[in-house]
């Protein structure tokens, strides 16, 4: 099992991250964050965040 976060806690990555249930169950709502901004409040209280897919970064610039 991933480690879970509470809402208010920096993202550790970019990525869309699953919304949990007070008792861990996917409620099947997600939300797309950035690294080292704070996960936005869940609608229920006990509720927290799991990262699902991590953002892959490409930098690409053209001279």
Same mark, same amino acid.
């Given at each position: ?7 208010? $806690? ?11 249930? +007070?008792?861990? *169950?996917?409620?099947? %709502? $997600? ?11 869940? +609608?229920?209280? *006990?509720?927290?965040? %799991? ?13």
């Amino acid at each position: 099992m991933s480690k879970t976060l509470k809402p208010g $806690q920096p993202a550790p990555k970019s990525g869309i991250y699953d919304m949990l249930g +007070p008792r861990g *169950g996917h409620t099947g %709502e $997600q939300v797309v964050s950035t690294q080292h901004k704070p996960l936005p409040p869940t +609608p229920k209280p *006990g509720q927290s965040y %799991e990262l699902t897919k991590p953002a892959h970064h490409q930098q690409s610039y053209k001279k």
